[in-house]
């Protein structure tokens, strides 16, 4: 019997609903690199060690992952508009604590709110999205989920380098602005409309259980690889990218720093896009190979400290981060139904982000150590034999989808 309270009515299609969810999205990203070009500063400001600044970062994806462990399916309960808006606003909370705070514990409180408000926003709006859009945009729904985040990443990035070079007071203007328009967009979110019946049993929801359909567990595992593959470059390059920038290329412009994160990030977008069409397996296998050839020729610019090489090669690695992941979606979302995405959502950015932040702590835990560049070759080894692990799957045969149906076949 349906635990539902009410039987679910057909999806209420809304395009304006369907560009606002990607916004939101987007929104969400960018609020996650914002951060990114200050990082420097703020370990100069308040004499962090880069194991401090790194851990400032890396508590972000673990309050994340431990919100969809034990939230992750609150939508379905409480609604998605409902969940959607509370968590942009807890989203703009976390960003003022964060423009604000002048200790590592503020710093600290900030990033992990900003982790459970980030998981409650992209779990529900990724189920939302794919509920709002209209049959002629329901094989958009992958594309969206992949190029959304790459947009918010880049801009969030570039737009906290800029405002450092430009203004005075830049940390505080620039967490205002994001701060005022997250809370449009959750002003914005209580106008969708709701998609889902409430279900009853929100308490035993909150037991931590992750669970992929059957019919997409053989599908998820073959695309493991290239999810981490993709989600450990970016982890490196957020967490480190302006350092790297300053450190071993002797950038001080604050732009230039951000456009490490924000190139890698711009450059995942615009591949995901052109390459959509593309079959699923045929972009993971593109995307592993960028992933590899972008990785090791960018250890090769860290040793010869060629700054137009490395950014050259952060194309290339964006190429890869970009259509891997959206290789993965593109496999594994259509072989469910409407009601276990938000799970299988859950699932899948579990992966993202353990392969985000736990290469990331351990590499910034090592520089102390090893120093800078040692710790980057190691690094950018791991993430290229994890690519060449995806590249080989690919090759072989055993990444084809049942069927890989085309974009426009994406189940909404």
Do not use: C, K
Not at 206 to 220: D, G, Q, S, T
Not at 248 to 257: A, K, R
């Amino acid at each position: 019997m349906s635990t539902r309270q009410h039987a679910a009515g057909r999806p209420s299609h809304s395009t304006a609903g369907f560009v606002l969810t990607i916004i939101a999205i987007a929104a969400a990203m960018a609020a996650s690199t914002v951060s990114s070009p200050f990082y420097p500063q703020i370990q100069g400001a308040l004499g962090l060690g880069v194991v401090e600044i790194t851990v400032v970062f890396a508590v972000y994806p673990a309050g994340l992952l431990v919100t969809l462990l034990v939230v992750g399916s609150l939508s379905d309960h409480l609604g998605r508009r409902a969940v959607t808006s509370v968590g942009l606003l807890m989203l703009a909370v976390s960003l003022g604590l964060f423009g604000w705070g002048d200790s590592l514990g503020a710093l600290l409180s900030a990033r992990i709110l900003q982790g459970i408000a980030t998981a409650l926003v992209m779990s529900t709006v990724s189920t939302h999205m794919a509920e709002l859009a209209p049959p002629a945009l329901a094989g958009r729904v992958a594309l969206a989920n992949s190029a959304g985040p790459a947009a918010g990443l880049a801009v969030g990035a570039l737009f906290g380098g800029v405002m450092l070079d430009l203004a005075s007071h830049a940390r505080t203007l620039t967490f205002g602005v994001v701060v005022v328009v997250i809370v449009i967009i959750a002003a914005l979110s209580r106008l969708l409309p709701e998609t889902t019946a409430r279900m009853r049993g929100l308490v035993p929801s909150l037991i931590p259980r992750l669970r992929v359909p059957h019919e997409a567990a053989a599908a998820l595992l073959r695309v493991t690889p290239a999810i981490i593959a993709s989600w450990g470059t970016g982890g490196l390059f957020i967490s480190l990218g302006a350092l790297i920038a300053r450190d071993v290329f002797g950038t001080q412009n604050h732009t230039l720093q951000g456009a490490t994160v924000g190139t890698l990030a711009a450059s995942a977008m615009v591949a995901t896009i052109i390459f959509w069409r593309w079959s699923s397996r045929a972009l993971l296998a593109i995307g592993a190979l960028a992933l590899v050839v972008g990785t090791l020729t960018s250890v090769a610019a860290v040793l010869t400290a060629s700054t137009m090489l490395y950014f050259a090669m952060i194309i290339v690695i964006g190429v890869g981060f970009g259509i891997s992941y959206a290789g993965a979606l593109r496999l594994v979302l259509p072989l469910v139904a409407r009601e276990d995405r938000a799970g299988l959502f859950s699932v899948i950015y579990v992966i993202a982000y353990l392969s985000f932040s736990v290469p990331a702590v351990i590499a910034g835990s090592l520089i102390s150590v090893f120093g800078l560049a040692p710790v980057l070759i190691g690094y950018g080894v791991l993430v290229s034999a994890a690519a060449l692990a995806a590249l080989l799957a690919q090759l072989s045969g055993a990444g084809r989808a049942q069927g890989d149906p085309e974009p426009s076949r994406v189940v909404s």
